[in-house]
C-alpha cells in the first residue's frame, strides 16, 4: 500500500497534519472542507483497501466526523463485500448525524442498487458538484 503525504484540496495541497487527517493510503480522499469529505472509488482491490481506511478515520475519534460524499466513477461492478463497506460506512455516519451521499454511478451498479434495496438506504445524486451542492444548502 502506498502512502500518500498530502492532501489534494482545491486549488492547494496541504500537509495532512494541517487537516487533522493523520496519514493517508492510496486513495483519492480530497478534504474539501472541514465538514465535507470526498472518495473517489475504485474498483477492486482498491475499493475494499480505501472503504476502510476511511472506516478507520470515522471511528478514530480524532477526526470531527465530516459529511461524505462517494464518488463511484470508477468503479464498474460491486460485490457483496463492496455493499457491505457502503452500508457499514452509511450507518457510522448516521450514528454521528452525518450525511454520505454516493453520485457518478453507472447503469450496473444502479441495477445492483436496485436489486438490493439499497436504492432505499442510499441517497443518489447525479454527479460530484450537485452532490456538494446539496450538502452545502442542507437538503
Known amino acids: 500500500m502506498t502512502m500518500q503525504t498530502c492532501v489534494n484540496v482545491p486549488s492547494k495541497t496541504y500537509p ?7 496519514i493517508l493510503w492510496n486513495m483519492t480522499l480530497n478534504q ?14 482498491d475499493f475494499s483497501e480505501d472503504t ?8 478514530s475519534g480524532a477526526v470531527l466526523s465530516p459529511d461524505v460524499i462517494i464518488d463511484l466513477q470508477q468503479v464498474t461492478s460491486l460485490n457483496s463485500s463492496n455493499l457491505g463497506a457502503l452500508i457499514e460506512c452509511k450507518r457510522v455516519l448516521d450514528t454521528k448525524d452525518r450525511r ?13 442498487m436496485l436489486a438490493t434495496g439499497l436504492d432505499q438506504v442510499f441517497t443518489f ?9 446539496s450538502l452545502m444548502v442542507g437538503e
Open 16 to 22: 495532512p497534519s494541517t487537516l487533522g487527517l493523520g
Open 32 to 45: 474539501w472542507s472541514e465538514d465535507v469529505l470526498i472518495l473517489e472509488l475504485q474498483d477492486e482491490p
Open 52 to 59: 476502510d481506511s476511511l472506516l478507520r478515520k470515522l471511528n
Open 100 to 112: 454520505m451521499i454516493i453520485c457518478n454511478i453507472n447503469d450496473v451498479i444502479w441495477s445492483t
Open 125 to 133: 445524486i447525479e454527479d460530484t458538484t450537485t452532490a456538494l451542492t
